[in-house]
Each structure stands twice: as C-alpha cells, then as structure tokens.
C-alpha cells in the first residue's frame, strides 16, 4: 500500500484558498488519489478522487501531476466550517482493497 | 452520495459485557465492508474487511475471537466487541465501496465507553 505524506496541521482565514499537498512517492499504477474531511466525532467524508491531471467537483480540486508522486487538494474560499482533518489515501477502489489512512492534516480556518 | 448508517452511535458498557455495533448500506448493497478504530487526536485504524457470506478478513494485530464480525446480508454487518475491556473504549467506524468510481462511503462512527 502506497504511504503518504501530508502536513500536520495548516492555519487559513475565511475566504482563502488552501492548497494541501499529499506526497506518495510509491503509488502503484492502478491506485487512485483519494481526499477525505472528518469533522470530529463524524465518518470521514468523500471529497474528491482522481487518478491523473486535474479534477474538480462542486467543493474542490484535485491536482495530480505527470509522474502521480503527489497530489494537492485545493479548497478555493474556505470558511470555519472547512474547519477539519483532511485524509490523503492512495490505493486501487476495486472491490476490497482496502484504503489506509496517514495522518491527516488538521487545517484550522479563522475569521 | 450513498448512505451508510451505524447503530448505536454511542453505547456505554461494563468491562466484560459484549457490545454489538450494526452497520447498514441503506440505499446500495455492499459485497464488502470496513471496520475502522479510531482512538481521540489519532487517525482511523483498519480492523477488518467484512465479506459478505464469508469469514471477515482482519488486520495484523486485531483478534478476530474479541471483534466477531459478522456480514449476513449485502446491507448489514456487524462488529460485536466480545468481553471489552475499558481499553476497548473508542470511536468504531464502518464503510462501504458504492458509485460510478467505487468511492468508499463512510458510517457516523459509534462512541463506545467501556466503564
């Protein structure tokens, strides 16, 4: 399974745009780049998931360059709400493989 | 999105009581099902992969004769925490694979307090 490395924590003001990068160096040929938020005591919720170049959705983007060894997530205008961790997880989603989560990164967003 | 629900979302137990913690795709079904830990300020921990009409796959680490694991059907599984142990104590997550894109969709969690 493919190890990931995000930062621990990172500090925002509402209406920025946050951008935090997942490092996966090992990731296999036919893993996804997945994103999570979890808000405490909560599941972790779905954000966003893509295997190469760029994705984007209703809440964020995904950016995944040519050689797939890192991701960035970018969160464009957050608010206190987008107060959270956010998971990096690479793995295939095919039937039962199973997706492991690092640490996490625990954004911070304040008035 | 699809919905996966847990029940109870929080159960207070006493040390050496068994606990049972349903966890439900109510809108899609389910081959296969995650049973998560998550201990406070900690990332979530894999215990097992629940199959359905077969024996739970567990994660190094975690007996499988204290976390029974039991997935009958393609909406419901089970995680039954058998003679828990204050240690025991901890956020208990489920998940399930649904969507064009097989996203992995995740339950409320269950608060278990094991006194």
Known sequence: LAKTTQPISMDSYEGQEVNITCSHNNIATNDYITWYQQFPSQGPRFIIQGYKTKVTNEVASLFIPADRKSSTLSLPRVSLSDTAVYYCLVGFTGGGNKLTFGTGTQLKVEL | ?115
């Not at chain 2, 699809?2 to 049972?20: E, L």
């Not at chain 2, 739970?56 to 419901?76: C, M, P, R, W």
């Not at chain 2, 003679?83 to 278990?112: K, M, V, W």
């Open chain 2, 1 to 115: 999105g699809a919905v996966v629900s847990q029940h109870p979302s929080r159960v207070i137990c006493k040390s050496g009581t068994s606990v049972k913690i349903e966890c439900r795709s109510l809108d899609f079904q389910a081959t296969t099902m995650f049973w998560y830990r998550q201990f406070p300020k900690q990332s979530l921990m894999l215990m097992a992969t629940s199959n359905e009409g077969s024996k739970a796959t567990y994660e190094q680490g975690v007996e499988k004769d204290k976390f029974l694991i039991n997935h009958a059907s393609l909406t419901l599984s089970t995680l039954t925490v058998t003679s828990a142990h204050p240690e025991d104590s901890s956020f208990y997550i489920c998940s399930a694979r649904a969507g064009q894109i097989n996203e992995q969709y995740f339950g409320p969690g269950t608060r278990l307090t094991v006194t």
